[in-house]
């Protein structure tokens, strides 16, 4: 049963007093899941044979049915029941997304350990390889990034999106490697199954996640990052700018930590680009 769309009646199902009954509903989640037939009857203006027949309506078997309907509903959160009002123009989304970005960076800044940063950065640079887990887009995205920063500085580095193959790796993991996660909710299941099989065979792992998740209690060193996400559910997470922040930083830190060896690296990449695509030193390391 999907009781958010037959609530939001867009086939026009409901009667009007029974679509006065829905946005009531979806409007007092919390007062309708903990309030009698009476109560809810006289709340929201109408008999409470009205509600039993609109709850059948609905699919449910009576009005006990539909408050367990409605609260499983509400479990995944009222955001998603209730989502903040839209920009309307792109001046205001541009001003959104960006002061967005600006909060995640600046509160990124207060909260790092750096003594952490500095830590993992001398574990990468000290590993004869390193391998990079992420997986469900965003992540994926953060251990893409991290295997871009790292290359250059001369680092062996792999990244892999796949949860078997990141269980594969683990699996066959040999000293010398250090395992880095991401993580931005700390529930990658999948990913601390990893972790634990690495743990057992000696392995060393960062993880840069929210602290004291699941993910965080199953590595060895934890960059923490934990961000408020608003109500925007149609703005994409503001997380992502903090997470890179810290990529940013801990290669920085990890080209630092021996200097002559990302200088012979980068160096030498960027011979190879002026000479077969730029023609002048003024572009990026990249594209």
Do not use: W
């Not at 989304?93 to 600006?102: C, E, G, L, P, R």
């Not at 995640?104 to 750096?114: I, K, M, N, W, Y």
């Not at 630092?256 to 190879?272: G, H, P, Q």
């Amino acid at each position: 049963m999907d009781l958010f769309h037959a609530l939001s009646d867009e086939g026009g199902r409901l009667s009007s007093l029974e679509a006065k009954l829905a946005q009531f509903a979806l409007e007092n989640v919390d007062f309708v899941v903990n309030s009698s037939i009476i109560e809810l009857a006289e709340r929201a203006g109408v008999s409470p044979p009205t509600v039993t027949r609109f709850c059948r309506r609905l699919g449910c078997q009576g009005y006990s049915d539909f408050k367990v309907q409605l609260a499983k509903m509400a479990y995944i959160g009222l955001r998603y029941l209730k989502p903040e009002a839209p920009t309307a123009t792109a001046e205001e989304v541009a001003h959104d997304i960006i002061s967005k970005a600006q909060n995640a960076l600046f509160e990124v800044h207060r909260q790092l350990d750096l003594a952490v940063i500095e830590k993992a950065a001398q574990m990468l640079r000290a590993a004869d390889f390193i391998q990079a887990f992420g997986a469900s887009g965003n992540s994926a995205m953060i251990v893409n990034e991290l295997h871009n920063r790292l290359f250059r500085l001369g680092c062996h580095i792999n990244a892999s999106n796949d949860h078997n193959m990141n269980l594969m790796i683990s699996a066959a993991a040999q000293p010398g490697t250090v395992i880095f996660g991401s993580s931005y909710t700390g529930r990658d299941m999948g990913l601390v199954h990893c972790l634990e099989l690495l743990r057992q065979r000696a392995i060393p792992t960062i993880v840069m996640t929210q602290n004291g998740s699941p993910v965080a209690t199953a590595a060895d060193l934890v960059i923490a990052i934990e961000m408020p996400e608003g109500k925007n559910i149609f703005r994409p997470t503001s997380t992502r700018y903090a997470y890179l922040a810290a990529i940013d930083i801990l290669a920085n830190m990890v080209a630092y930590a021996d200097r002559n060896r990302a200088f012979k690296s980068l160096r030498s990449i960027k011979e190879e680009l002026v000479r077969n695509r730029d023609g002048d030193d003024r572009q990026l390391l990249g594209d």
